[in-house]
């Protein structure tokens, strides 16, 4: 499998959600995305979770349906274009590392199965960057020696 380049930064669904839906962080991840020198790269382990948050805002009404259409359509649309890009994952290594995470740190600090997933993920291909608005996966991330962002200061503004 070849090494994923170190200009990717890796996305959360968090920040893909913010992204694609308008919601407090979107002015936060559009500037954010146009300052990156690459692509944001994006897990097939996130891919299926953005899709489904999606899906899953319709069904609970806090999104209209067109709304949750309209961001897989851009999400579509960014992958086709390589602003947003797959890659590929030995998932057995993600796995591997998500255990070792999760041992290390959900006992303590309340990670949730898929928040460890895209930090082992992001560890795994070697991220240089990982982006995310949800701070307790932030704080896996930092512990797991991932450059975080947006900053603190930025996303909670």
């Known amino acids: 499998m070849k090494e994923t ?14 992204l694609y839906g308008k919601d407090v962080f ?19 382990i ?18 209209a349906a067109e709304q949750g259409a309209g961001m897989r359509d851009d999400f579509a ?23 070792r995470l999760s041992r290390l740190k959900t006992e303590g600090g309340g990670h949730r199965s898929y928040d460890i ?6 560890r795994i291909v070697k991220s240089e960057r990982f982006l995310s608005f949800d701070e307790n996966q ?4 930092r512990f797991a020696g991932l450059k975080i962002l947006p900053s603190r200061s930025v996303a909670m503004r």
């Open 117 to 122: 997933l895209h930090v082992a993920a992001a």
């Open 46 to 63: 996130t891919v299926y979770e953005f899709e489904n948050a999606v899906r899953f805002a319709v069904f609970r009404k806090s999104i």
């Open 77 to 99: 649309a960014d992958m086709n274009a390589g602003r947003v890009t797959e890659i590929p994952l030995n998932l057995a290594a993600v796995f591997a590392e998500a255990r």
């Open 26 to 44: 979107t002015p936060v991840a559009e500037r954010l995305i146009a300052t990156l020198d690459g692509p944001v790269g994006v897990s097939v």
């Open 138 to 141: 932030r704080k896996l991330a």
């Open 5 to 18: 380049p170190l200009s990717i930064s890796g996305a959360d669904t968090s920040f893909l959600f913010s």
